[in-house]
């Protein structure tokens, strides 16, 4: 009597599959790393501070300019809105990747809100007491719409995902720094939580090695 034995996986196979398996602690632990950086070197600092603000004091438009500018900033609330229904719209097909937006969105755009608030600023180099304003919320919800279409998009479309989703937070980046409603900083911070947000999806979602599909 003979035996068929199941193909046993290969040494690339197995490395992709450690390394997929991976991709989201990495993701968490390097946002976490970045964004601790990012404070303490932007705000807690002397030179950091003069920096941030001189490169958004040197960017930043007014006049005419400026409300032609705040006239094409998006909505942030209409971003997670449509972040929120991307999330939705999954949940109807794929429960797990409808769960991973719809608790890494509200998470990451609360996020942005709580630190914000939380996280002092001290009075280093602005010649006035300046709030702080890291991370910057309108990044975050831009940066949630991103996500949302890289958690539920069929693997062929992530690269259109990428591309879309960063071209939509550059956008929203770009546009709050150059009508002074935040610091260069403010921005990257927004990401590195979008980062970390991301890979807590890929938990959630529970499948690290491709994009669920919606159809």
Not at 36 to 62: E, F, H, K
Not at 172 to 187: I, K, N, T
Not at 188 to 207: I, N, P, Q, T
Request: charge should be positive; include cysteine.
């Amino acid at each position: 009597m003979t035996t068929t034995q199941a193909p046993q996986a290969g040494p690339a196979t197995s490395s992709r599959s450690t390394t997929a398996s991976r991709l989201p602690w990495v993701l968490l632990v390097g946002a976490a790393v970045g964004f601790g950086l990012m404070y303490a070197l932007a705000v807690r600092t002397t030179s950091g501070q003069r920096v941030d603000t001189g490169v958004m004091d040197a960017v930043t438009v007014t006049g005419a300019q400026h409300r032609a500018l705040d006239a094409l900033l998006p909505d942030p609330y209409l971003l997670l809105a449509l972040a929120l229904a991307v999330g939705a719209v999954a949940l109807a097909r794929r429960v797990r990747t409808g769960l991973a937006v719809l608790v890494c969105v509200p998470l990451l755009v609360g996020a942005t809100q709580v630190l914000k608030a939380g996280l002092p600023r001290p009075q280093l180099a602005d010649p006035w007491l300046m709030s702080n304003s890291l991370p910057s919320g309108h990044t975050g919800a831009a940066a949630a719409l991103g996500l949302a279409l890289l958690l539920v998009v069929p693997r062929r479309w992530l690269p259109l995902a990428a591309v879309l989703g960063a071209g939509v937070t550059a956008w929203m980046g770009a546009l709050v720094v150059m009508l002074a409603y935040h610091r260069p900083s403010d921005v990257l911070a927004s990401v590195l939580l979008a980062v970390g947000a991301g890979g807590l999806g890929l938990l959630v979602r529970g499948d690290t090695g491709s994009g669920a599909r919606l159809s």
